[in-house]
Structure formats: C-alpha cells, structure tokens
C-alpha cells in the first residue's frame, strides 16, 4: 500500500506569525553600537579640533567609537543571528503549544530547528531572508519525516523523497568569506504527485561563531541524517555531537 504524504498551509488563526515584519523589526535596536561608533567618532574627531581639555575628550570618545566599531564588525559577523534565532524558537513553541494536532511536538528532543530560505530571497541582502521556521524530525520508526513549522506542516513517507544536495549561494552585496550560506535542497513528492522544493538551513542556536563554513558544516549535517533516514546502508549514522548543533536548546 502507497503511503500518502501531507503537505499543508497552517492558517488556523489570526495571531501573529513568527516571521512577521513587525517582529523581524524588533531587531533592528542590534545596530544600535553601530549607531553609536558614528556618533562618538564624530564627535570626538570634532572636539579633537578644540582648545584646552577638549582634545583629551575627543582622543577618548574616538578610541571610544573605534572599538565599538571593532566589537560590531566582529558581533555582527559571527553573532548578531544568535538572538533573533532564539526568539524565533521560543515564538515557534508557543504557536506549537496552542495546536492540538501538531505532528511535532514543541519540546521534541530529536527534533531539528530549521529554516525555510526560498531562492527568492538569496538575493536578500539586509533582514530576514527565511519565509518559514520549523521543527524537523526524522522519524524513524515509521519512516516518515515530519515538520511543524509556522506556515507549514509535512508529513513526508520517506519513500517519497526525492533528492537532498547541497547548495551555496551568496547575496549580492555580500562577501563569500563573511556572507555564504549553504542551503539543503530538500525534493520530496508532494500531494497529487507534485514535486516540493525546500531549501532548508540551520540557525545559529548557540554562542559559537556562525561563520560560513559552521553554515556549511550544519547544511552537511543535516544531509547526513536525511541521507541516513532515506537509505540507511548508504549513509551511515550521524554522530550525535554532530547533529547538536541541529538540536535546540530545551525550554
């Protein structure tokens, strides 16, 4: 007998999404250190100019501006994701948690926190580039793959998979060095014999830099435990301290 799989768009109510443009806008307060070097450096770099104590105050208000300069580059590049991540999780689980026919639960703990990033938005250069946020979980048992995200919600046989490779891309204005994400392309049958796309990233969940090779490392990861859950002779078990760094931090 042919297992069905299920795909649906989750619009059980008027709440507000995870994703929402006024919660995406929330994070905007993390460019204020940014804000702030211009600030200081100018106004530093103008009493530096003036008479008697003054050019003492503008040396240390520029010293001032430079390192927070320093420190947000640095914040910026490896760190700035870690927060918005933790509160989309924690707005994800709440949602979870008002469902009464979740296919996962909102403190699963082999669950995967995953990203939707279409290849619309790889050109996304400032802002959130992802449409959707779920949680991911293989189930091996009955060989289904099931999401509960916050638009969507699979139920995916794993016979009804169809492919699952790597991809890279950078936005425009980025740098590959800085700025590369890596992406799964997840195929799978969808209802009615149509065939569903999603490009599928981890989210930096935990105070570690999130560089573009920990990205590709974490797309690697998840490869690997979809390739395991597919054809388990082909690909071998992925270690569990491997896929952690898929794993959200319990509530």
């Known amino acids: 007998m042919t297992r069905e799989p299920l795909v649906l768009s989750l619009h059980e109510d008027d709440s507000e999404r995870v994703l929402a443009p006024g919660r995406v806008r929330r994070f905007y307060w993390l460019f204020a250190p940014l804000v702030l070097s211009f600030v200081s450096c100018g106004v530093g770099g103008w009493l530096v100019t003036g008479a008697e104590w003054m050019p003492i105050v503008g040396a240390v208000l520029l010293g001032v501006g430079v390192l ?59 802002g959130e580039n992802a449409s959707d946020v779920g949680l991911l979980l293989l189930d091996h048992r009955n060989r289904l793959m099931k999401y509960e995200g916050d638009n969507e919600r699979w139920v995916v046989p794993a016979e009804c998979i169809l492919s699952f490779r790597l991809r890279s891309f950078t936005p425009p204005a980025g740098m590959d060095f800085l700025n590369r994400h890596t992406v799964l392309m997840l195929r799978f049958q969808g209802e009615d014999d149509t065939v569903v796309l999603r490009p599928l990233a981890a989210h930096p969940l935990y105070w570690e830099p999130w560089t573009p090779r920990s990205r590709e490392r974490a797309a690697e990861c998840l490869e690997d435990a979809i390739g395991h859950f597919v054809d388990p002779d082909r690909w071998p078990r992925p270690y569990e301290q491997d896929l952690a760094m898929l794993i959200p931090p319990p509530e």
Do not use: M
Request: net charge neutral; hydrophobic share 45%; with cysteine.
């Open 68 to 126: 927070l300069g320093i420190g947000y580059v640095i914040f910026e590049s490896f760190y700035i994701s870690v927060i918005p991540a933790r509160c989309y999780l924690r707005w994800l689980r709440e949602r979870i948690d008002q469902r009464t026919d979740a296919v996962v639960t909102a403190d699963d703990p082999n669950a995967f926190f995953v990203q939707h990033i279409p290849r619309k938005n790889w050109e996304v250069n400032i």
